[in-house]
């Protein structure tokens, strides 16, 4: 599907939520995550990521989650649907 201009659709409150996780081994520390959503990851005193809670991304802040995964140079967020 391409990109189309205007609102995007909502998302159904029926979808199954959105989860984060971060994948320690490939976290590299650039923490752009953070920089993106500091409401959905974590940094500790080294700089690596963690998702916040239980990585459950609360609704209104799905799109900020896939920018978080799209800026991550080493691929290390990923989103599972439960």
């Known amino acids: 599907m391409g990109w189309r201009p205007g609102p995007r659709p ?23 995550c953070f920089a993106i959503a500091p409401d959905l990851f974590d940094i500790d005193d080294f700089g690596q990521s963690s998702v916040r809670s239980d990585g459950v991304v609360p609704a209104g802040r799905e799109d900020a989650a896939r920018l978080a995964i799209a800026n ?3 691929f290390a967020i990923e989103a599972v649907e439960d």
């Open 10 to 32: 909502s998302f159904d409150s029926g979808c199954a939520p959105l989860r984060l996780r971060i994948d320690p081994d490939r976290c590299q520390g650039h923490a752009r």
């Open 72 to 74: 991550c140079p080493e």
